[in-house]
């Protein structure tokens, strides 16, 4: 299987990339801030909790992500592999997909990890925050909230990937089809 870990701050591109990593090497995207927002929609007991998290910019609960993940995955079990967008956000996260997919046979092949410096971030997320409606694209002191959480919590998970020597990085400015090029330079070479 190919499973890649799809890595960045807020604003980085990952969803973009995504759309067009799935199509090309067939894989399943599985977005936690997608499936979260699809629970708030549906306002299901999980997305009405996780929201209150949401709004502020702050991370969902370790254990509701990680069930919710896990989920997911057994309700794939043909897929060729998959393409984890905002997931693992935290070392804990790492550390039980790491397990999850142990025990169904396979592995991570790679994270890719996408760099754009927080400027371009804000602006990027200030602009999105336009079109997608979504409330932590528009106010400003959340979108700089979501920056300081994944410096704090999630960068870390850059390390954990790279003692397992399977951190690639990829630069995350220029158009969608530069950024998308280098990633699939990046798979090809492992695949
Ligand atoms: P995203 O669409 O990836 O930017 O995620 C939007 C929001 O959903 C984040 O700011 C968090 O509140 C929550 N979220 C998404 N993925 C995770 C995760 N892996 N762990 C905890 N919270 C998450």
Redesign the pocket.
């Known amino acids: 299987m190919l499973n890649i870990v799809l890595f960045g701050p807020?604003g980085a591109g990952k969803g973009t990339q995504a759309e067009k990593l799935l199509k090309k090497y067939e894989l399943i995207h599985l977005?936690?801030?997608?499936i979260?927002r699809g629970e708030i929609c549906a306002e299901t007991p999980l997305g009405i909790e996780a929201k209150k998290?949401?709004d502020k910019?702050?991370?969902?609960a370790d254990e509701v992500?990680i069930a919710m993940m896990e989920a997911k995955i057994d309700a794939n079990k043909e897929a060729k592999g998959f393409i984890f967008d905002?997931?693992?956000?935290?070392t804990a996260?790492a550390e039980a997909l790491g397990e999850m997919l142990h025990e169904k046979g396979t592995n991570i092949t790679c994270m890719l990890a996408l760099f754009v410096d927080d400027d371009e971030l804000i602006k990027r997320l200030l602009l999105r925050g336009k079109d997608s409606g979504r409330a932590?694209d528009q106010d400003q002191s959340v979108i700089e909230n979501?920056i300081s959480v994944y410096n704090k919590e999630t960068a870390p998970v850059i390390d954990f990937y790279d003692t397992q020597n399977k951190y690639i990085s990829i630069d995350g400015v220029g158009s969608i089809d530069e950024i998308f090029a280098r990633l699939c330079v990046a798979i090809d070479q492992l695949i």
């Open positions: 807020p977005s936690t801030g997608d979260l998290s949401m910019g702050e991370l969902v992500v905002g997931f693992p956000r935290t996260q932590d979501r």
